[in-house]
């Protein structure tokens, strides 16, 4: 037929896969259906016939790589087309000499004397041995972040320690992080061939089921992946939106984050897309549910405009409780700033209450509000909300407008700042950035350097002073009072104003 054949081989012996190629390639079809076994390996081995004299090329070691293929092997012909030599090639738990395969000795297939289940069981528990899942760990994610940047490598650099963070408040374990400087982002294919090989290699060698982008990636760069991995593929916004799904505690806070996760998944339905039936659980796929992410655009539409009555019902009960307040004329202020400033921890020293402050990146979803008595009488209501984060696509963030519509109403805001993060410059300058977009720049704003019972004070109180703030240690209730004072007086201005 002058054409390859390939056969997909059990390690039973069974075949369960026999493809027919052309005259110089065969394409393997997803395998999505059948089981890892358990293993790292697939258990599955590809044998294939070649009319090229070589042995195994890039192209079938790329395939090995992604499908995590037991073995390769190679078929050639001699010219009477008869069986020739056979190639293979293997996987391995460790490199050597920088290559994550071996190639073994050819043999013709009459004289081939090693036993291949011997080889693949021995080579299945080194690759366990060398990386064991803890059984505290099982069931968790395990992710490679993958970064792929036209722009500056330190920008890149920080944002993916940020993704690490964010990871990690997602409960997802990280394995790797790769960072890929590339002169032009190709709209199709986030990433060379190369690349994704090495990016597969490597998955492979650390045991990784997530692959986790610090870019937003279109529906064909998904695909691009996904065609060649059977990883899951999520990019950032996806994480950020499954953090939120699994911290919302309101009903107002729940709508909104399905409301958010359905509008980002619509556009990526047009294209029918293979990546989304692979969210089977874990990360990417809480919140709405698996089943919905299923269903076709019409209902998903139909869902989302529900959810928008809904959401216009629970903010008109919303508005009521605010007027209300606004009826006793009691002065509102706000706790705003980038996630894990210390803003819940904030409010909680200074209304001795126990909301949730966590070292983790947004701790606090729904906006919480409570009663504050000053010294001399003045009773306000503070409220903190939820945090900011570079890159924070602007539907997340009309996502919460109902929520961030009580920062409206704030007579103060107060921007909570971490000094003791090495980013703090940038994160105040993606909040000042974030505070404009919102049109909530008229609002009075005191700066709060917050944590500064862990920076070395001298140099912190040099930049406390030129930007006009106020240094703060939220957990030490004693370091408070210069903040009391200083809100008590801008809030008798601007009452006075009133
Ligand atoms: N050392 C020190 N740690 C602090 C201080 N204030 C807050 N923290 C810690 O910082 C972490 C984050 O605090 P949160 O109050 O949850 O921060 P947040 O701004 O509410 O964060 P999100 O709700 O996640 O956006 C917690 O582990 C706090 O214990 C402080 O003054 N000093
Ligand atoms: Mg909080």
């Known amino acids: 037929m002058n054409r390859q054949i390939g056969l997909l081989i059990h390690r039973s012996g069974v075949i369960a896969k026999v493809v027919v190629g052309d005259y110089d390639r065969i394409v393997i079809p997803a395998l999505s259906e059948v089981g890892t076994g358990g293993g790292r390996l697939r258990g599955l081995r590809c044998v294939h016939t070649s009319f090229r004299k070589g042995g195994v090329n890039e ?5 090995m790589a992604c499908l995590r293929l037991d073995l390769m092997a190679v078929l050639t012909l001699d010219d009477d087309s008869l069986p020739a030599l056979l190639h293979g090639a293997h996987l391995l738990p460790q490199q050597v000499d920088g290559r994550d395969w071996q190639e073994l000795e050819p043999v013709h297939p009459a004289n081939q004397r090693i036993s291949c289940i011997e080889l693949i069981e021995s080579l299945e528990s080194e690759f366990v041995r060398s990386r064991p899942i803890k059984e505290v760990d099982k069931g968790r994610d395990r992710a490679l972040l993958v970064s792929v940047t036209t722009g500056s490598l330190t920008y890149a650099e920080d944002s993916m320690a ?24 190709h709209p199709r294919f986030i990433l060379g061939r190369g690349k994704l090989m090495e990016i597969m290699l490597t998955s492979l060698r650390l045991g990784v089921n997530l692959l986790l982008f610090d870019q937003e990636l279109s529906p064909s760069q998904i695909r691009s992946v996904t065609d060649h991995t059977d990883l899951r593929v999520i990019d950032r916004t996806q994480l950020i939106l499954d953090i939120f799904a699994s911290r919302a505690r309101s009903r107002e806070g729940k709508l909104q984050i399905e409301m958010a996760q359905l509008k980002y998944m619509l556009p990526k339905l047009t294209t029918r897309d293979d990546a989304l039936s692979r969210l089977t659980g ?31 019902a629970v903010g008109k009960q919303r508005y009521h409780r605010r007027n209300r307040r606004r009826k006793r004329d009691v002065p509102v202020i706000s706790l705003v700033g980038y996630t894990n400033a210390g803003k819940s921890t904030l409010l909680n020293t200074l209304t001795k209450s126990e909301i949730k402050a966590e070292d983790l990146l947004f701790a606090t979803l729904d906006p919480t509000s409570r009663r504050l008595r000053f010294p001399q009488d003045l009773e306000v209501i503070i409220t903190d909300t939820v ?8 539907d997340l963030l009309k996502a919460f407008e109902s929520t961030l519509e009580e920062l409206f109403e704030a007579d103060l805001l107060l921007h909570v700042v971490d000094v003791s993060n090495p980013q703090w410059q940038q994160q105040v300058e993606v909040v000042e950035a974030l505070l404009h977009e919102l049109n909530l720049d008229d609002i009075p704003c005191l700066m709060v350097f917050n944590k500064i019972d862990r920076v070395d004070s001298e140099q912190v109180h040099k930049k406390v002073d030129q930007a006009g703030g106020v240094g703060i240690s939220a957990l030490n209730a004693a370091t408070l009072s210069p903040l009391l004072e200083t809100v008590e007086s801008l809030l008798q201005k601007s009452l006075q104003v009133r």
Do not use: Y
């Open 387 to 394: 945090g900011f984060i570079r890159n924070l696509p602007a």
């Open 162 to 185: 940020e993704l690490v963070e964010l990871a990690k408040s997602a409960g997802v374990e990280v394995l790797g992080q790769i960072i890929q400087r590339r002169k032009q982002m």
């Open 282 to 312: 874990g990360i990417g796929a809480r919140g709405p549910g698996e089943t919905r992410l299923e269903i076709d655009k019409r209902r998903i539409n139909d869902r989302i405009a529900r959810l928008g009555k809904e959401l216009k």
């Open 59 to 63: 192209e079938d070691i790329m395939d």
